[in-house]
């Protein structure tokens, strides 16, 4: 297994698809990745040679990804809650911050249903 950017990325799938294991690269950014490092995107992440790895790996720190991206988005979340902007207090209380209705869904934000006394009738 190929190691990039600290994630194991898996052998027997296409580069491309591998690739999106790292956090914060999608299809489009890995196809950008292989192209500039003139990496075949049909080879497997097991057939790589110590030569194409190495090229994929000096494009890929040209990016902001993996832990500096994720402590990227935390800070702009916790920037958001302390000048208590509208997203930022959606964060605060748990519940959807773009916008999504709450009154029937947002299960995911807001956790298991709680039961309301007396709602049969």
Do not use: C, F
């Not at 690269?25 to 990745?33: A, D, E, M, Q």
């Not at 490092?37 to 494009?59: M, P, S, W």
């Amino acid at each position: 297994m190929a190691r990039i950017k600290g994630v194991d990325i898996p052998n027997n799938k296409r580069i491309e698809i591998s690739l999106t294991y790292i956090y914060g690269v999608g299809r489009s950014l890995s196809n950008k990745i292989l192209t500039d490092a003139q990496v075949d995107v049909n080879k497997r992440a097991g057939e790589l040679d110590n030569d194409e790895l190495g090229r994929i790996r000096t494009e890929i720190e040209k990016h902001s990804i993996e832990g500096d991206l994720r402590r990227e988005v935390n800070m702009n979340i916790k920037t958001k809650m302390e000048i208590n902007s509208y997203e930022g207090s959606r964060h605060k209380k748990g519940l959807p911050v773009r916008g999504q209705r709450t009154n029937r869904n947002a299960r995911t934000r807001k956790g298991k249903g709680k039961t309301v006394a007396n709602k049969k009738k």
